[in-house]
């Protein structure tokens, strides 16, 4: 029966008996029977069943006969752990579902006794598992389950009652599932009435110790026998409650009847002997547990209720001290039983109370309780009370002391209250129903009238007055005191006084009298606070008395009670009136103000007037005010009494006279306020005006009457003329004219003023407003005042401060915020609005012009800064009220916020463009989604919005769409203003709205957006192209071909007018991007077609069409059109991909597009040579034709783009040999037209006919591009010159400006920068040609091919030269850059930036350095050396890999540069390593200098970098420049380490671990997320998460690769998803070059869960691929020798070490744990012959720290090992401090000795002793080293 510790001893679902029992009796029940139920059928009584103390030799005897699983599960039950329990619990429950009734029969007598024990196991699951285990068995045995019910009956009823609500839930389903009727239950239940008392007899008389035979804990033994306890008493009770029903006893000759009148005599026989066995259950009263003592209660209560006569007088006397003594009951779980006992027995045996001493037994602890507010259980308790006294005999006390000590005692209890609401409420109800009940039964206790009259105004005047009125007024006045003082005494408070109330209510029928002693009280103390109002505890009564007041009407009055005007309130009126007219105090109106609103105006003055009428001797009929009495008297006396201006109280007063406005006089009570407001002039008679029609509006509302007062004219001009005064305004003034209109909700309808004199307010607002738009510093706002139209114009006098500006402004937005609504019914509404739409704009453009001011400029403008934000507020509330507005007003308004945005956009000049644009797109928006209904709306919005002006359109005029009307004067500035603006628009609602208008296009606005092509804050290209192609790939087809078919032949006929200029002439080889093209109407031209062309939305029969069009253009007549010759090759530049697109790979084809080029390359052959060249004859326009007709792509190389025909390959060769032959004369023709249009064509011709060169042909080629190459080469040294001059020599100040000028004075885009990079491109060709030939000549006959003019022997010479150049032009930039930056970041951000023009110069240059040979770096660097610069070629290749402004291909040049020969060892040290002290010149110094002086010292580029603290970059940003540089400076030194052949290899390792923090794995590991790693390790690499998956490839590449080139090759432009693969590759390759190192970091992790995430993705993608490679080294290494032996075991990751000399012999074993590196290598000795123990210690010690300690490939380090104990053996002595004969780290002999032992040492083992001991002494014999 157990719970778990701590449990309560009943929970909150346990019923007591007597509420079991009432839930289990159905209502109208007539029947008899547990509940009344009618049984159909009678179970059999058998004897068969196993009797409850079956012994265990007839238990096990039974057992036999059961099924075998039923019976092992059976015995299992027995068993003590309560997880077996259940575990046999849901088996058997399994099984009894499965088997038949048949099988289980035979287990349910052995069932039955194990039930009976688990019913009292102390485990709640057990007990709830038997339960279901019950329900279960009795489903599959049904009716057979009747012989058994009475051993199963006791202890199945004693379960309903278990503490625990799920376990007695199960209990009940069990038993209904055995009787799924409510008659069944019962008569089961009566059938074994016997066996159910006597069970639950045997439960009361158990023992603690009795309850088990196993050794159980006695706190849990003690717990259960409580529990088995109160159970069985409330089984006992509610067991009698059912049986012994008076319905059992009626006398019947039915069955049933007799069989339920059996049951309820055998109940009370076992009750009576329960009673004389148990002594009246004295003993469980007295029990520690309080559920034990509830039970109790119930039980005595039942058999009080249900069996009084079986108790004798003895019992009476045994029970009355312990029932009626039970006040000293202090838990509430209790005292619901305890009361229900209590009152059962003092109304049975009311005698009972004189058995005893009732004030020591009974009187005193019921005070007690009272006191202590029933000890918590008020809910239950306060509600009992009234029944109590109702119980409480009358001579047992003495009446008066009784009564008066019960309310004082339980009044004290309030306080234990107070923090519950529903506790208070009980407690007022409560005190209020004894209360009254005790005044109403008074004469139960008296006899007479006046002895009751006495006892009723004793406990009127002790308790309402002295005790409960005196502590009303002592509870805090306000709210805001009350909720300080407690959250509940508001509420508390208003309980409180309804009690009163309710109490006074309840007095007045019952003996009005006893009411008229309270209101006495009540106007006394109401007078003495109105006297005495200056007093602070006065006047806190006087707020509590109003409060009152304010209960009474809402508890009372409302009710319909007429005692509080009659005798509470009424009798005060006339005296507080006199007393008012004397005292002038406010207070009293107050007071009067509440009783107004509480019995009405009539009443009340009729109250106040009532001792006039007395005096008067009128009748009693004529007593009631008529309407015309009550009128004049309000009109005569209450109004001039309340409008004195000398009086103090004039605004309560002002309350008063509104609470006696009354509805059936309501209009004419209005005019006389209005007429006596009006007409006192005083200081404050505006705020008095404002106070009355604001009051008056409310009352209109209130009463819901309609208010017409606009026909006063002194009010009109009142109000007129206050809006009209200057400065300084009055503190009401604004307030007033806000009354006066109303208007300040749309409700409010009730006007003050005539609609002329609104106008005429409104007039004059919108004036003010308009001055102080005037006074803006804005050219858009002052623009703005043009647009509000005015019939004069205003000037605003006295206003000419800003301040005053500002305050005038103010008011007038005072009064809109209050009146709008009135506004909304008036013709101005539109300029109105408009000017709030303007100062709100203007609020804007402050907040963005504020930004860039300084302190002092900004207060300047902070008033007006702080009105415009007003506005702002004010705007954000209207806004949702805009569209319901009519259409006129909408379209009125609406047109002047367009023309104010055209002012904002066109004129502003105050703020820089994009901001202007930004502006007034906000202010577009604004006006778009507060004003426009629909789509037509919307349009002609924007129509209005673009409409032409005199500076916009620049290009193209709307009414004319399908030409292109060029204008002669144009303000650019302006176009890139609207151009901004209409971006931004753009970008707001969508092109799609803007581009269509009604039923057409604006193909104009399209076009004027192309030929602008960049404005502030936007392009063409990266905003407005990819919208407008986005918009018509989504429109229908031929709305999408009509638009864009319009905009391409505007800019056709645009680009053929305008032309191009002659500088336009010189264009790319490579398709013309548009932002180089200068003409508008051709860069947009291109653009669009580039688009449309690239995205597929046009094909091949577009452009054909395109081309058609040109091409018949093209000639007029005979004569050529310049311009149209000018312009195609542009356009062809565009046109030639999609007009050969389908002929690229098919050579048959051919059509008319080929005639009219080979007509074009005649035209050109019939020019003269380039070198005779003539002007005049358009020989550059055709050369840049037949050019243009023939692109190149380039992928890895540049490739032809389209095939073309024989036809024209003999004639483009034709005309290349025609130049090589006009060459040869003496005479070059240098004119730079001249070398441009060569080396056009000869790009195009190596790319189209290089398989027909000849050896000639390659001379001329090879001949030419040299000399152009050269020629850049030239330039840049030049700019690397004159950036030196400017750092070198120049003034230190104002560098970055002197290199500005200096780079914009040289000639850049000079064609030598254009033929170089020609020339480059047909190098580049020229290589990959050789390259090509190379590879297909191999298998081919060797002579046959001597003859070839590709064959790479013939061409390397020049070939090397070339290169070179390209490398000095490489190292020219560079260099520029690292001097510039030598002086300042900013200073090479200059250089670096100057290169970004270029950048596809820059590219080929690297693209070619890449390619270059090691001969051509070498002589390239030693000339460019020699040069003489203040940086070389290697401070040149570090300024261009670490540059803030990079070019992708350029950062990888320089990184394949430094990291290769023969730059790759010069490039990283500051010295040539060979002048680094070698081992024998350091011996002849002392231990510490020849430290010093053996450590390298790295450049300055890289150290900087590679010795920057990881603190730092850990909180730089994933792809922060600086973070990218110490990554790229790491990845270079790591190529370098993983290089086999590095001279200062273990010099750079060992300057690593001394000077580089390895927390650089942390930076690393940043750019993957750790958390996923581990969760990861099972994936295969394509399931990976992003991030992870790149990581993982790339480190386990650079493993694979021994490089992590292919990483830096990918990594610029930076982003990253680059990053995460480039630190991937680092970490790789950093895990195979310094695992030592790596592993040192991992060690220093004290993060468990990044520490095992690290491992785990070591182990899973990086450690399988190294430790492959790892054996595979040490398998192709050739360690072995006549003494050592190496052998690999790559399935077990083994390498078995055995060293032989002489006659001994060791067999070491390492093997590389699955996490290598991050683990470190195991190394054991699993063999040794002939060594001692101590010597193979030392050799197992040596081999484990050589290969733990090796950074680098562990092939080396078991070499080094061998060497060691070679040199040991040939008799080199160890180094005594690390006993070890070569170094583990920088691999010397000792060879320092000591003067004094002569023992030799390790230099940096010395170097370390003599720094950690602070000494330098030798190690052994301590002397002088």
């Known amino acids: ?87 046999a619990l849901t088996t058997l429950l399994t099984l009894l579902k499965d088997k038949s009734a048949k099988d289980v029969l035979p287990a349910i007598p052995q069932w039955a006794f194990e039930y009976k024990k688990l019913l009292m196991d102390y485990n709640r699951e057990v007990r709830r598992a038997t339960h279901d285990t019950m329900a279960t068995l009795v489903s599959t045995v049904g009716r057979d389950l009747a012989p058994h019910l009475k051993s199963l009956m006791g202890p199945w009823w004693f379960s309903q009652f278990d503490p625990v609500y799920e376990v007695s839930q199960a209990a009940k389903r069990s038993l209904e599932a055995a009787f799924p009727a409510q008659e069944k239950r019962l008569d089961a239940l009566m059938l074994c009435t ?44 509610t067991l009698l409650d059912i049986l012994t029903s008076e319905k059992h006893g009626s006398e019947n000759t039915n069955p049933e009847q007799k069989k339920a009148l059996k049951a309820r005599t055998a109940a009370i026989s076992h009750a009576e002997k329960l009673l004389s066995v148990h002594k009246c259950f004295l003993v469980f009263f007295n029990s520690h547990s309080s559920a034990i003592r509830s039970a109790a209660y119930s039980l005595v209560g039942s058999c009080v209720k249900n069996i009084s006569h079986a108790l004798i007088e003895a019992n009476i006397k045994t029970l009355a001290p312990v029932i009626l003594g039970a006040f000293q009951e202090k838990d509430p779980t209790c005292h619901s039983s305890m009361w229900e006992a209590l009152l059962l027995f003092s109304r049975k045996f009311p005698e009972s109370w004189t058995t005893l001493n009732v004030h020591k037994v009974l009187v005193n602890p019921l005070w007690n309780f009272l006191r ?46 107070q923090s519950s609401n529903a506790d208070m409420s009980a407690f007022f109800k409560s005190y209020r129903e004894c209360f009254l009940w005790t005044l109403q039964s008074a004469q139960r206790y008296y006899d007479g009238v006046e002895a009751i009259d006495k006892f009723r105004r004793t406990i009127v005047d002790e308790v309402l007055l002295k005790l409960m009125w005196h502590d009303y007024l002592l509870v805090p006045s306000s709210e805001d005191k009350l909720k300080k003082t407690d959250k ?138 008529s309407l015309n009495q009550f009128l004049q008297l309000f009109k005569d006396v209450f109004v001039p009494w309340c409008f004195k201006t000398d009086s103090s109280s004039t605004l309560t007063r002002l309350d008063f006279l509104f609470a006696l406005l009354d509805a059936e006089c309501f209009s004419d009570q209005c005019e006389s306020l209005i007429l006596h407001a009006t007409g006192n002039k005083d200081s404050n008679f505006t705020y008095v005006l404002a106070l009355v029609m604001e009051k008056l509006r409310e009352q209109s509302t209130r009463m819901k009457l309609q208010l017409n007062l606009s026909h006063h004219e002194l009010l009109d001009s009142t109000a007129v003329s206050v809006t009209r005064s200057l400065p300084p305004f009055g503190s009401s003034d604004a307030r007033f004219i806000c009354a006066a209109l109303g208007g300040v909700t ?172 930004s502006l007034g797109c906000v202010y577009f928006m604004d006006v778009m989604d507060n004003l426009c209904e629909g789509q037509v709306e919307e349009q002609t919005i924007l129509d209005e919005l673009l409409n032409t002006g005199d500076s916009w359109p620049l290009w193209v005029t709307p009414d004319a769409q399908r030409s292109a009307t060029l204008k002669n004067e144009r303000n650019a500035s302006g176009d890139h203003r609207v151009a901004a603006f209409v971006d931004k628009i753009i970008s707001k609602v969508g092109i799609a709205r803007v581009m269509t208008s009604h039923c057409h296009h604006r193909a104009w606005l399209a076009t004027e957006m192309l030929c602008t092509w960049k404005w502030p804050g936007g392009s063409v290209l990266t905003s407005f192209l990819p919208l407008l192609i986005q918009y018509t790939t989504g429109q229908d087809s031929a709305s999408s071909v009509n638009l864009l078919d319009t905009i391409v032949n505007i800019l056709i006929d645009g680009a053929l007018v305008e032309g191009v200029n002659s500088e336009m002439s010189c264009l790319s080889i490579n398709p013309v991007p548009p932002e180089s093209i200068e003409q508008v109407f051709l860069r947009a031209l291109v653009a669009i077609l580039g688009r449309l062309f690239e995205d597929n939305i046009w094909g091949r029969n577009k452009a054909l069409e395109i081309f058609n069009l040109l091409v018949d253009r093209l000639f007029v007549g005979e004569a050529v059109n310049s311009n149209c010759l000018k312009t195609l090759p542009v356009v062809m530049s565009v046109l030639i991909g999609p007009l050969f697109g389908d002929e690229v790979n098919d050579a048959s084809k051919r059509n008319d597009i080929h005639d009219v080029i080979e007509g074009w390359l005649q035209r050109t052959l019939s020019f003269p040579p380039l070198n005779t060249w003539l002007s005049g004859h358009d020989m550059e326009d055709w050369y840049h034709l037949v050019v243009s007709c023939y692109p190149l792509k380039r992928m890895k190389q540049f490739k032809p783009q389209r095939h073309i025909t024989n036809v024209e390959r003999d004639l483009l060769l034709e005309l290349l040999r025609k130049q090589r032959l006009a060459s040869t004369s003496a005479t070059v023709n240098k004119l730079p037209v001249v070398q441009t249009l060569l080396s056009k064509l000869t790009v ?183 040069w003489g610069l203040s940086k070389g070629s290697v401070s040149s290749l570090y300024a261009i890999l670490f540059s803030s402004k990079p070019v992708a291909l350029m950062q990888y040049a320089a990184y394949v540069i430094l990291s290769s020969e023969p730059v790759a060892d010069s490039s990283f040290f500051a010295q040539e390593t060979t002048s680094l002290l070698n081992e024998s010149e350091i011996d002849d110094k002392d231990p510490i200098s020849s430290s010093l002086d053996s450590k390298i010292q790295l450049r300055e580029e890289i150290s900087v970098f590679l010795e920057k603290s990881p603190f730092e970059i850990i909180e730089l940003d994933l792809v922060a420049p600086v973070r990218v540089h110490v990554f790229v400076t790491w990845s270079l030194i790591s190529h370098l380490l993983a290089s086999p052949s590095s001279p200062t290899k273990e010099k750079l390792i060992q300057h690593i671990k001394d000077s580089c923090n390895p927390m650089i794995l942390d930076c690393i590991f940043q750019h993957i997320p750790l958390e996923l790693c581990a969760a990861s390790v099972k994936k295969k690499l394509s399931q990976l998460p992003p991030g992870i998956s790149e990581f993982a490839q790339s480190a386990t590449q650079a493993i694979t690769n021994n490089s992590v080139l292919f990483a830096v090759e990918s990594l610029w432009p930076i982003g990253p998803d680059r990053m995460t693969s480039f630190t991937g590759a680092i970490y790789g390759l950093m895990l195979k070059i310094l695992p030592a190192y790596v592993r040192e970091w991992f060690n220093d992790i004290r993060d468990h869960t990044s520490s095992s995430a690290i491992e785990s993705f070591t182990r899973t993608w990086c450690s399988p691929p190294l430790i492959a490679d790892e054996l595979s080294q040490i398998k192709k290494a050739d360690l072995s020798d006549e003494n050592f032996s190496v052998s690999v075991s790559k399935s077990a990751n083994e390498v078995v070490a055995t060293y032989t000399k002489d006659e001994s012999n060791m067999d070491l074993v390492v093997r590389l744990p699955a996490s290598y590196p991050l683990r470190p290598v195991d190394v054991e000795c699993t063999r040794s012959l002939g060594i001692s123990e101590v010597k193979q210690r030392k050799w197992l010690l040596s081999m484990m720290s050589f290969v733990r300690n090796q950074n680098g490939a562990l092939a080396e380090a078991i070499r080094i090992w061998k060497n060691n104990f070679d040199k040991e053996f040939e008799g080199v002595e160890e180094c005594p401090i690390c006993y070890s004969v070569i170094h583990t780290s920088n691999h010397s002999l000792p060879r320092r000795a000591c003067r004094t032992c002569k023992h030799k040492f390790h230099s940096a083992c010395l170097y370390k002793w003599f720094l950690t001991s602070n000494k330098s002494n030798c190690p052994l014999c301590q002397s002088l080293f």
């Open 1 to 87: 029966m157990g719970r778990q510790k701590g449990d309560a001893a009943r929970s909150k679902a346990r019923p007591s008996s007597s509420s079991l029992a009432a839930s289990l009796l159905p209502a109208g029940a007539t029947a008899v029977g547990f509940g009344g139920y009618v049984g159909s059928s009678r179970l059999l009584d058998t004897s068969s069943s196993i009797p409850p103390t079956t012994s265990s030799e007839d238990a096990s005897a039974l057992i036999n006969d059961i099924d075998g699983e039923l019976a092992q599960q059976l015995k299992r039950l027995s068993r003590k752990d309560p997880t077996t329990k259940l575990k």
């Open 372 to 417: 202590n507010g029933c000890f918590g259980s008020q809910q239950v308790s306060y509600p009992t009370l009234v029944l109590f006294l109702n119980c409480v005999p009358t001579k047992a006390i003495t009446v008066d002391k009784f009564f008066l000590e019960f309310y004082r005692n339980f009044w004290a209890g309030k306080v234990h209250s």
């Open 1244 to 1426: 195009v011709a190596v790319g189209y006919c290089w398989n027909d060169f000849n050896l000639d042909d390659w001379e001329f080629i090879l001949y030419k591009s040299r000399y152009w190459i050269e020629s850049a080469v030239v330039l840049l040294e030049e700019v690397a010159e004159a950036v030196n001059d400017t750092i070198t020599h120049e003034p230190t100040s104002d560098i970055p400006k002197k290199l500005q000028v200096t780079l914009s004075g040289l000639d850049f885009n000079s064609s030598a920068l254009k033929l170089g990079k020609h020339a480059l491109i047909t190098f580049s060709m020229f290589c990959a040609l050789i390259a090509q030939e190379t590879v297909e000549t191999e298998t081919e006959n060797e002579i046959e091919n001597d003859q070839h003019p590709l064959r790479s022997e013939k061409w390397d010479p020049i070939k090397d030269k070339i290169l070179q150049g390209v490398l000095r032009l490489f190292f020219s930039t560079g260099a520029a850059e690292a001097i510039a930056g030598s002086y300042s970041p900013i200073a090479g951000s200059v250089v670096a930036s100057s290169r970004l023009g270029e950048s596809d110069f820059w590219e080929l240059v690297s693209s070619s350095a890449v390619e270059s040979s090691s001969h051509a770096r070498e002589r390239a660097m030693k000339s460019f050396d020699l």
């Open 746 to 917: 749309e409700d409010d309808q009730t006007y003050f003023v005539s609609e002329n004199a609104s106008i005429s307010i409104f007039e004059e607002i919108f004036l003010k407003l308009r001055s102080f738009i005037g006074s803006s510093d804005f050219t858009w706002v002052k623009g703005a005042i043009e647009l509000l139209n005015s019939e004069e114009e205003i000037t605003i006098t006295g206003c000419e401060s800003s301040t005053h500006t500002v305050e005038i402004a103010s008011f007038a937005m005072e009064v809109l915020n209050g009146s709008f609504f009135r506004l909304k019914t008036l013709a101005l509404l539109p300029q109105v609005l408009a000017a709030l739409f303007v100062i709100d704009w203007e609020h804007s453009s402050l907040e963005v012009l504020c930004e860039g001011l300084d302190d002092v400029a900004h207060a300047k403008l902070t008033d007006r800064f702080n009105f415009c934000k007003s506005v702002h507020s004010f705007r954000g509330k209207i806004n949702k009220l805009l569209k319901t507005f009519n259409l006129d007003c909408r379209r009125k308004l609406s047109s002047i916020l367009v023309q104010t945005i055209r002012c904002v956009v066109f004129n502003e000049d105050t703020l820089d463009i994009e901001t202007v644009a």
């Open 194 to 237: 016997d066996e159910v008392f006597m069970y639950l007899g045997d439960n009361l008389k158990l023992t603690p110790q009795s309850m088990s035979d196993k050794a159980v804990a006695l706190d849990e033994l003690q717990e259960m026998h409580q529990q088995v306890i109160s159970s069985s008493l409330l089984a006992l009770a």
């Open 488 to 625: 509940y005494q508001v509420d508390n408070a208003q309980e409180f006084g309804k009690c009163i109330i309710e109490i006074l209510s309840g007095l007045f029928p019952l003996e009005p009298n006893l009411l008229s002693v309270f209101c006495h009280t009540f106007e006394e103390n109401c007078l003495e606070a109105f006297q005495q109002s200056e007093n602070v505890e006065n006047h806190e009564n006087l707020d509590k008395i109003i409060r009152f007041l304010q209960l009474v009407d809402l508890n009372a009055v409302r009710k319909g009670d007429s005692w509080p005007v009659s005798y509470l309130v009424g009798p005060m009126m006339s005296k507080l009136f006199q007393m008012i007219q004397t005292s002038d105090s406010s207070d009293i109106v107050k007071f009067m103000v509440v009783a107004v609103s509480m019995f009405g105006p009539s009443k009340i003055v009729e109250e106040i007037t009532l001792e006039q009428n007395e005096s008067a001797c009128l009748p009693e009929k004529n007593r009631d005010l």
